[in-house]
């Protein structure tokens, strides 16, 4: 599944294309589960240069109450930063915003520690 | 210091108007974004995560009380009330409106700010030793030196499209507090015996991708021919860098390829060539910047201070303080005060609205009124009289800003990351905060002494982890951040590029394996040795075990 996502042209804020307008939330992002159908929708908001700045389709995943993006970089931008929790997007706080603060993506390595056997 | 003239103040002028306009054009859709891109670029406007950033040029690091007040005043107009001091000196708005920037940049210039040279591949900000003009093992103001430069590279118009960006740091001073080893040009300066002033010319250092320490091109040029000798290096790289591979662009990879021996030939026969009358600086405008950075406004002051003494007898963390954070002045009675911008627990080099307002009034009352930015991110009072170091401890305390922990563990060096920036694999800031609250307890820093952790959060190094004792990069595996740990780096004297502890580990890990690595110190180290010390002595091995052993 994808969402189409992009930063807006006069302040750079995330913004995410519903399927007729774009939103500031993720929430009300439209998903494409249809290639051809995403690109076109790409390839529309490509045109929109007096609006938008580099729009790009990002891979979404179903979770546990609903969707979020699979990379932990689109749900930051989905989010704001985390050094500080009342600045972006989560400062709104809601059922939505916890959803995506709460998401793990694809990656489950826990990383390659526990190397050396001790004798 | 040096106060902007007609000209420079006219060229800030015209710079505002001209991006006034081109803003203009862009909103309005008679610009493409590609064309646009590198106008803002070269207006220090970048797109990152969130919103666009602004960087701000702070040239050699140098901020008069105004300046900062403009600062402050611009985070809480146009931002979000804080900005980011950054490892090149200069301050980043994270929260900035492309709508906004026309007069935020008149704003900027209405002190002498501005954000030339903050991006694209031109001859960047310059960066000097953060003592300048108040450390006594200095052998002259390199900022005089700094301030040259300046006035030479901006716009030059034959180095501002070079392969790659281009960073160069000065110092005059026998420790090296500038990190000119890891710089494209790292100047130092040396007096000989008769008085004569000449600088020592290092090339092709640099972080990144592709990590370099720079080898020295010329061991001592006179001053009088710095601007021409930096144009012959300058030319040689426009004309051999390469422009094939942003990998191999900057100057170190040219440096590295033909060798320093062959480099420094080809510089000397472009440098022969040259006609250096028309390029150097003539001796008349050098001093006139010189008398910009002359001395003045210092009292003559016994060396002891009665309050200064009595505060440390009286007062255990004011004496941690004068410890840790105040450091000796060349003038008699006088002292360079630190102030760390890493607070346990906050973001490191975050400085907000009323912190950068209260630093303004306390240089203006108590350091003649300057604030120097340092590239471990903290600012420092250069200036201090020792009898008003307490009142200056009292006034930072009320705002946070008195932490006690200058090149301890809690200082550490880490670039905006994930967090915010478009080009990071993994956030740094969550990483340096979870190492901070760890080490929290001052006395237990301060007994495991100085130690350098510096942590980016992508190849780029921007967090400097390469020359870190312990750096930190962040790389991402599958979308989720990973974190591999780097031993026995440093940017100073003893320059060096940190050694590979071992596979990356997840972000959890990473506060917890800092934990073992200072526990293997305290347990090796000798009398006197530092982090790094015992790690040159030890070895990596008993290290990585600490860190990759099964637990028990």
Redesign the interface.
């Known amino acids: 599944m994808k969402v189409l996502t992009a930063?807006r042209?006069?302040?750079?804020?995330?913004v995410f294309w519903t399927g007729e307008a774009w939103s500031e939330r993720f929430v009300d992002a439209g998903r494409y589960d249809n290639d051809a159908a995403a690109e076109a929708a790409e390839a529309h908001a490509k045109g929109q240069?007096?609006l938008l700045?580099?729009p790009y389709l990002i891979d979404v995943d179903e979770v546990a109450g609903g969707w979020a993006p699979?990379?932990?970089?689109e749900r930051?931008?989905a989010l704001?930063?985390?050094?500080?929790l009342d600045?972006?997007k989560q400062a709104r706080g809601g059922e939505d915003i916890a959803l995506l603060a709460h998401a793990h993506?694809?990656?489950r390595?826990?990383?390659?520690?526990?190397?050396?056997?001790?004798k | 210091m040096y106060r902007y003239d007609e000209i420079d103040r006219e060229v800030l002028a015209d710079r505002a108007a001209e991006f006034r306009a081109q803003c203009a054009r862009?909103?309005?859709?008679e610009m493409?974004?590609d064309q646009f891109k590198p106008l803002r670029l070269m207006n220090g406007l970048y797109?990152?995560?969130?919103?666009?950033m602004l960087r701000i040029a702070i040239p050699y690091g140098l901020l008069s009380s105004a300046q900062l007040r403009k600062l402050a005043d611009v985070a809480r107009t146009y931002d979000?009330g804080y900005g980011h001091f950054t490892t090149r000196t200069n301050l980043q708005l994270?929260?900035?409106?492309?709508?906004d920037m026309p007069d935020i940049l008149d704003e900027l210039a209405s002190v002498g700010l501005h954000a030339i040279q903050t991006s694209g591949n031109c001859i960047r900000n310059l960066t000097a030793d953060p003592h300048a003009g108040a450390t006594a093992d200095e052998v002259d103001d390199p900022r005089i030196w700094a301030e040259v430069i300046r006035q030479w590279s901006t716009f030059h118009p034959e180095f501002s499209f070079l392969p790659r960006k281009f960073k160069m740091a000065v110092t005059a001073a026998s420790a090296d507090r500038a990190a000119i080893r890891v710089y494209d040009i790292g100047l130092r300066l040396h007096r000989d015996d008769e008085g004569a002033l000449s600088f020592e010319v290092l090339v092709g250092g640099g972080l990144g991708r592709l990590p370099h320490l720079s080898p020295v091109i010329r061991d001592r040029l006179p001053v009088r021919h710095l601007l021409s000798y930096l144009q012959a290096i300058l030319r040689v790289y426009n004309r051999h860098g390469r422009r094939d591979n942003i990998h191999k662009a900057r100057i170190k990879i040219l440096v590295a390829s033909l060798g320093p021996v062959e480099f420094a030939r080809q510089v000397e026969e472009e440098w022969s060539l040259t006609d250096k009358a028309a390029v150097d600086l003539p001796d008349t405008e050098l001093a006139r910047i010189r008398a910009a950075f002359a001395p003045q406004g210092f009292e003559t002051l016994p060396a002891v201070s009665t309050p200064f003494e009595a505060a440390k007898s009286s007062s255990p963390a004011f004496a941690r303080f004068a410890r840790r954070n105040v450091l000796a002045h060349k003038q008699s009675g006088y002292a360079l005060v630190n102030v760390s911008l890493k607070a346990i627990g906050e973001?490191p080099g975050d400085c907000s609205s009323e912190q950068m307002e209260a630093i303004a009034d306390i240089a203006e009352l108590y350091s003649l009124d300057e604030v120097r930015v340092t590239y471990e991110q903290n600012l420092l009072l250069p200036h201090v009289k020792l009898d008003d170091v307490p009142a200056v401890h009292e006034a930072l305390a009320a705002v946070g800003l008195a932490t006690p922990n200058i090149a301890l563990i809690s200082d550490i060096i880490a670039c905006p990351g994930?967090?915010?920036c478009a080009l990071a694999n993994a956030?740094a800031?969550?990483i340096a905060?979870d190492i901070a609250r760890r080490f929290a307890d001052p006395a237990q820093a301060e007994n495991i002494g100085e130690l350098k952790i510096k942590i980016s959060g992508c190849i780029n190094a921007c967090g400097h982890h390469h020359v870190g004792h312990i750096g930190i990069l962040g790389v991402?595996?599958?979308?989720?951040?990973?974190y591999q740990l780097t031993l026995g780096g440093s940017a100073e004297d003893d320059a060096a590029l940190g050694q590979v502890l071992?596979?990356?580990?997840?972000a959890d890990?990473v506060a917890p394996a800092i934990d073992h690595l200072v526990e293997v110190y305290l347990r090796e180290r000798r009398t006197g040795e530092r982090f790094i010390d015992t790690f040159r002595r030890a070895g990596l091995t008993a290290f990585?075990?600490a860190?990759?052993?099964?637990?028990?």
């Open positions: 930063n042209l006069t302040d750079g804020e995330v240069t007096t700045v580099d699979v990379s932990y970089r930051l931008r704001g930063p985390t050094n500080k600045h972006g993506g694809a990656a390595s826990k990383g390659r520690v526990d190397l050396i056997r001790r | 862009r909103l309005a859709g493409t974004e797109l990152q995560l969130h919103a666009y979000r994270h929260w900035i409106k492309l709508k973001t994930l967090d915010y956030r800031i969550p905060q991402d595996k599958k979308g989720e951040e990973f071992g596979p990356a580990l997840p890990r990585k075990e860190v990759y052993a099964q637990a028990h």
